[in-house]
């Protein structure tokens, strides 16, 4: 059986032997760096003391010490290039290792992501940001796979079918490692070979709405005739056989390409701009087409894009043109070419041509890439915690059945589980319990194991059976002194807001999830209003969750069959207080404020 402390263990292995690689091909890099010196000063020897015999052996001395320095060029390359990749597949390897510790530190730098402030349930989740899902999820290698991942988790699946083909996809990448390491690497390689998370965004801009060069074609056409006469005019003149007369069109030719040289100079230094880019699109590309998809047949149907029409052709050509605009930086050689044929002309309108047939293909390869890096990041969570479960999506209108339940961000060591279920629509869950005894860790739980669940993910559970349901939380409010709005406020605008949505004409039934209901005012009318809150919630077209310290609450359950009482224990042991993080049913018994109180040395009356 497959564990975690067994895949562990082989990561850690792997990591020593990166290392070790690595080490080796340092060492031979650096005796490569000193044969390349050795080959250059070598060779220059050989030659000048060739020159002392002359003749042919000038010319065969110069040829065997640039073949011998072309050789030790080649070769030290060769082993960079593996440096960067076993470097990159390390850095892989220890941020899967961070992951399965929960090692934030170790991890590379969450990536912010921009959410609107009525979110129905960001905040309260941790689904964004340091130490959050998206986080501890995210092992995409561009900033737009990572953003394709935060919408996943916080805008999720709504049916079904999605969720259980996305659900495939993943478990049919989960034992393809191979893959989606060799994937990592050659997107980090594309990276700069620093493995820095980059963006595809300036690429798809510059294939948008690109023209396609048939303004340009007339003034090639003419350009081209008039550089054919001018030749045939100035080899006359040259024989002796004519006057000057090449001087007129040559003044005419020259006139004609200045008229475009504003426009095929911003072309190409645009171009120029996003070589780069196009360099890393490509080595990605050129791996996805040539994978072998036989033994996975959804991958393969994702991936026709790339297989229908292979994208590093386009990109080769488009590579080749940009680099013979490269011209331009030697502007004796490019002054002289341009004036002999329209050098810049033509290339720019082979440019715009390649540039249109991209702009239908490029934008639908890059969203496949990014949907693969997106699920990449989902298969390596299920790989690194084969524990975690895929959840069953169950037709009923109401289901929520959960085994040995926990938090995926709470460490393995430490995570408690829990079992828990809820049996018909319109029904609410009240939970009691003492200040730490787990109450709102257990609505996080359960909010995080929905994230994952409609994001297509696993849940950190032994089995889950749920609906499709929308999801909304009231946990962590806050005020805002800069809009003048206090705590209780922002509290009551908030239920009114999970209110509204509840009650709004919605296909999805609503799973709520509510902290301390209205802590921010006096126990008379936190208890009122709780009250009628709750009345509100029940037998609406949702379900969900409410933890309180208003015990008074639990006696909503005698008269509506619809509310269950759960709560969380604490004990005293060895003068500390203890806590189990078990639910269980019922009402909670205790209370421990004046306990805590006392503890940190508080004075408490008994009276």
Not at 80 to 102: C, I, N, S, Y
Not at 279 to 299: C, D, H, I, N
Request: proline share 4%; aromatic share 10%; glycine share 6%.
């Amino acid at each position: 059986m497959t564990t975690k402390q067994n895949r562990q263990r082989a990561l850690r292995q792997q990591q020593a032997r990166l290392q070790r690689h690595i080490a080796a091909l340092r060492r031979t890099s650096a005796r490569l760096s000193w044969a390349r010196l050795g080959a250059f000063f070598g060779g220059f020897l050989i030659v000048f003391f060739a020159f002392s015999i002359g003749g042919t052996v000038v010319w065969v001395s110069a040829a065997l010490a640039v073949s011998i320095f072309g050789a030790a060029v080649f070769a030290h390359r060769r082993i960079e290039r593996g440096v960067t990749r076993h470097r990159l597949l390390l850095a892989l390897v220890e941020a899967h290792l961070a992951r399965m510790d929960l090692d934030w530190a170790a991890l590379p730098p969450a990536f912010d992501v921009p959410v609107h402030a009525g979110h129905p349930y960001h905040i309260d989740l941790d689904v964004t940001g340091d130490r959050s899902l998206h986080h501890l999820l995210d092992a995409a290698t561009t900033r737009e796979g990572s953003l394709r991942l935060s919408q996943w988790l916080l805008s999720p699946l709504t049916s079904k079918a999605a969720i259980e083909d996305r659900q495939a996809l993943v478990r049919e990448l989960i034992p393809m490692v191979v893959f989606r390491d060799k994937l990592a690497v050659s997107a980090g390689i594309a990276g700069g070979q620093t493995g820095r998370r980059w963006s595809v965004a300036r690429l798809l801009k510059w294939a948008e709405s690109p023209e396609d060069g048939g303004s340009l074609k007339p003034m090639l056409l003419a350009a081209a005739g008039l550089a054919i006469i001018d030749a045939a005019l100035f080899l006359l003149h040259r024989n002796g056989l004519l006057p000057p007369l090449w001087i007129a069109p040559f003044f005419v030719y020259m006139l004609l390409i200045g008229s475009r040289y504003r426009e095929t100079s911003e072309l190409f230094g645009e171009s120029l701009e996003l070589q780069d880019g196009l360099e890393q699109a490509g080595t990605v590309f050129q791996y996805l087409e040539r994978f072998g998809y036989s033994a996975s047949p959804r991958l393969r149907v994702l991936c026709d894009v790339f297989l229908s029409a292979r994208p590093s052709t386009s990109l080769r050509r488009i590579r080749r043109i940009v680099t013979a605009a490269g011209l331009q930086q030697n502007v004796i050689l490019w002054g002289i070419v341009n004036a002999v044929v329209p050098w810049d002309m033509f290339f720019a309108y082979q440019l715009r041509r390649e540039r249109v047939a991209l702009a239908r293909l490029l934008p639908q390869w890059i969203d496949t890439w990014l949907e693969l890096e997106a699920l990449s990041s989902l298969a390596v969570y299920a790989y690194l915690n084969p524990a975690a479960t895929f959840p069953e999506i169950s037709d009923a209108p109401m289901a929520f059945q959960a085994r040995q339940l926990g938090h995926p961000l709470i460490p393995e060591a430490q995570r408690i589980c829990n079992d828990f279920s809820i049996g018909a629509m319109g029904d609410v869950a009240i939970i009691t319990g003492s200040n730490m005894s787990g109450k709102s860790s257990f609505l996080r739980t359960l909010g995080a194991n929905l994230i994952l669940t409609y994001a297509g993910a696993p849940a950190a559970a032994e089995s889950l059976n749920v609906s499709v349901f929308r999801l909304f939380t009231c946990i962590r409010v806050t005020d805002s002194l800069a809009d003048g709005i206090s705590y209780f406020y922002a509290e009551a605008r908030r239920l009114k807001a999970l209110l509204d949505a509840l009650e709004s004409d919605e296909t999805l039934p609503m799973f709520f999830l509510i902290d301390e209901i209205f802590r921010g005012t006096n126990n008379r009318e936190r208890l009122i209003g709780s009250r009628a809150y709750i009345r509100a919630l029940v037998g609406k077209f949702g379900v969900g969750v409410i933890s309180t310290h208003d015990l008074e609450l639990v006696q909503l359950a005698d008269e509506m069959p619809q509310v269950t009482n759960y709560h969380f224990e604490d004990r005293i042991a060895d003068g500390q207080m203890a806590f189990d993080y078990v639910l269980r049913d019922g009402p909670s018994p205790t209370t421990n404020a004046l306990k805590i109180m006392r503890q940190v040395g508080l004075p408490v009356s008994e009276g």
